[in-house]
């Protein structure tokens, strides 16, 4: 089944963004990032703005993020995708990111969330932001958690 994503979270004062894929079937049916109870997205971001997030409505969550700069996006557009594995993906259509320079000039640093957005890094690199690729959010991903968590604070420090 093809699958859209949702509009990117930015603004003028964005100097980070956070890419991933493509939101889960859950997000996608909320309309919200990282709706995925299980996905550590807002716990890691509660970390990074030094905020309560995790419990908070979605509409304060993206205020607090705007508040400190940061933005959310997706590496694709659309793609096929049964369920909600970043491994199924396929058909993959990346977003227009040459939109960038106008939604958000102060864009600085740009951040994949996890190794399969990262595989993307070429299409931002060549607009000339600097890139991390960072462990990825997802609840199955707690392997090490100290060392996940010491990669998303160091895009602030």
Known sequence: MRKSGLQ????ANTEILILGTLPSDESLSKGQYYAKPTNDFW?????????????????TK?????????GLWDVYHSCVRPGSMDKDISEQEANDFS???TLAPKLRLVCFNGKEAGQSEKLLRCLGYTIRILPSSSGANRRN????????MSIVQ
């Open 43 to 59: 716990k890691l971001m509660e970390a990074l703005v030094n905020e309560r997030l995790v419990g908070a409505n979605y509409d």
């Open 62 to 70: 993206i205020q607090r993020l705007l508040a400190h700069k940061i």
């Open 99 to 101: 939109a960038l320079e």
């Open 8 to 11: 990117p979270v930015l603004d």
């Open 145 to 152: 958690q100290e060392d996940r968590l010491r990669c998303w």
